[in-house]
């Protein structure tokens, strides 16, 4: 199983690669949200665990962009934003999984698991389509001729 890490922090870095790779999972390693969206667009991975907080680009911009892309694999939050409201805008923007630092290397390797046991899955898409006419329904949005209707 191969697994992308995107964390600034060089302490988490080394602490949560060399757990998971002493854990048997193959991992990868960006430093900053460019490097990260890059990696994760140039390779298949089983999960990425994703901090929001990075440099150049932040952890929810490349959450949304995956995602808009229709980028399907697993994505686990690893944050020090520890509100109800940044937890819930994580998962809305697309995210598996939430856990806040600090936290117990045990926790984040279950969460780490169950996410890999549910497999690929096909990312279902949440617009219909006719000819240049989009309707998003989770998103609430329609588009024609790439023009956002209000």
């Given at each position: ?17 060399t ?24 390779r ?13 680009l ?44 600090p ?5 984040f390797?279950?969460?780490v ?7 690929k899955?096909v990312?279902?898409s ?25």
């Amino acid at each position: 199983m191969r697994l992308l890490l995107i964390e600034d922090s060089k302490r988490l870095q080394q602490s949560v690669g060399t757990g998971l790779r002493r854990s048997g999972y193959a991992v990868d390693i960006a430093g900053d949200g460019e490097e990260g969206l890059w990696m994760a667009e140039s390779r298949d991975y089983d999960a990425i665990i994703l901090d929001l907080m990075l440099p150049k680009l932040d952890g929810l911009t490349l959450l949304r962009t995956l995602r808009a892309r229709g980028r399907a694999g697993h994505v686990l939050i690893l944050t020090a934003r520890d509100a109800v409201e940044d937890r819930v805008t994580g998962l809305q923007a697309g995210a598996d999984d939430y856990l806040v630092k600090p936290f117990a290397f045990s926790e984040f390797l279950a969460r780490v698991r169950t996410l890999l046991r549910r497999g690929k899955g096909v990312m279902e898409s949440t617009a219909l389509r006719a000819a240049d006419l989009e309707l998003d329904l989770l998103r609430r949005r329609v588009v024609r001729g790439g023009q956002r209707i209000e």
